[in-house]
């Protein structure tokens, strides 16, 4: 008995996916792997330590110019390159196909972050005004 593939196309883009073998396991033709709302996950999940991460590669430049003695405008031009280094790593995971999802995920986990942090520093000058006025 033959499977006919499914003609609907996949809802993440890319062809449609052919129906699994037996017992689950990819199809003749399908490669097995992460799904991508895995890797949009997955990417998510992995913001907060990633910014933590750029926080620290973007920082390193200007202080080990500092700690050797170098003009601060020379660190800071050299934190300002990492950082164009950074967000053109970005860029490329969301232009390479293949890492496409986990950069989506990144960058959508980023911006929740900073929404987030955004809110919290809102609560915290609203108790901050009203300590020093009540």
């Not at 996916?17 to 992460?34: E, N, Q, T």
Request: aromatic share 6%; proline share 12%; charged share 5%.
């Amino acid at each position: 008995m033959s499977q006919t593939p499914d003609p609907t196309p996949s809802p993440y883009g890319g062809p449609p996916h052919p129906p699994s073998g037996p017992g689950g396991a990819p199809g003749p033709g399908r490669p097995g792997g992460m799904s991508n709302r895995a890797k949009f996950w997955l990417g998510f999940l992995l913001a907060v330590p990633a910014m933590v991460v750029g926080a620290v590669l973007t920082s390193l430049p200007s202080f080990a110019l500092g700690s050797l003695g170098a003009d601060p405008a020379v660190g800071g031009v050299a934190g300002m390159v990492v950082g164009l280094a950074e967000l053109g790593g970005l860029v490329a995971l969301v232009a390479v196909p293949r890492t496409r999802w986990w950069g989506i995920g990144l960058l959508a986990g980023i911006a929740a972050a900073l929404i987030v942090l955004a809110g919290a520093c809102v609560v915290l000058l609203v108790a901050l005004s009203n300590a020093s006025y009540g």
